[in-house]
């Protein structure tokens, strides 16, 4: 493999491999809907699935396993694409491309092998829940956040020579 593409291995092996190995734990020792409060009024274990999207976008669409699937594998096969056609001077977007490569392909494996994904991460203030998420999303939503950081720091960056 490639020097362009060694980060985007390593991210993709630790995020694969530690999303996997806490959705197995999950899976193996939480019936569905079971909870463990790890921090009172903010942050439980919560074993529950998503058959859609983001917040169960789609859910209930019959098309929604294909769909999905085919959705991950075209967003991967794009990141692999563009990582490939980065400039030298665009290194650090290789990080960031990573982890949303890595948490798409996580969530990949459990709705080609359940039709579903395992969520498990409930934050919470008190009753106000945010939707349970994983490994997987975590990284991907990481890695949105440092692309919008990145674009932002880039347009600052543009803005202020163009004064």
Excluded: C
């Amino acid at each position: 493999m490639s020097a362009r593409f060694r980060l985007l291995l390593i991210i993709t092996g630790v995020v694969v491999v530690v999303d996997q190995i806490t959705k197995f734990y999950i899976e193996r020792n939480f019936f569905l809907h079971e909870s463990v409060t790890l921090i009172e009024n903010f942050l439980d274990i919560t074993s529950v699935r998503n058959q859609g999207a983001a917040f169960g976008i789609l859910a209930d669409s019959s098309l929604r396993k294909p769909f999905f699937i085919i959705v991950s594998i075209a967003a991967g096969l794009f990141i692999l694409w563009y990582i490939h056609h980065l400039e030298r001077d665009q290194d650090f977007l290789k990080f960031p491309l990573s982890l949303i490569f890595a948490g798409a392909m996580g969530n990949l494996i459990d709705r080609v092998r359940l039709g579903e994904v395992i969520d498990f991460i409930d934050v919470h203030w008190y009753q106000y829940h945010w939707p349970a998420f994983n490994v997987a999303d975590s990284a991907i939503s990481i890695g949105v956040t440092l692309l919008l950081w990145d674009l932002w720091r880039i347009e600052r960056k543009r803005y202020r020579t163009w004064k």
